[in-house]
């Protein structure tokens, strides 16, 4: 009778433990996803507001699109670099 007591305090113990080590890590994911949304939004307007100015400039109209694409998907790649 005291194996099978041990073996069920233990068993609550892991338990125990892995139900408070779920919370901390969900909270760790959430905030690095709110980092990378909060990297992708701030990159999107700088990428507005240079396409903008280019258009405003003398460079063509595809050369400002491109830079503009090169801009959002360098951005994407931060928040990829800050959630993974």
Request: overall charge neutral.
């Amino acid at each position: 009778m005291t194996v099978s007591v041990s073996r069920l305090s233990a068993a609550l113990l892991t338990a125990c433990t892995l139900f408070a080590a779920v919370p901390a890590h969900a909270t760790n994911q959430s905030e690095q996803r709110q980092d990378a949304r909060d990297i992708r939004q701030d990159t999107r307007q700088e990428s507005r507001d240079a396409k903008q100015e280019c258009r405003e400039g003398l460079m063509g109209n595809a050369d400002c699109r491109q830079d503009h694409r090169d801009a959002k998907q360098e951005g994407r790649d931060q928040a990829r670099d800050v959630k993974y």
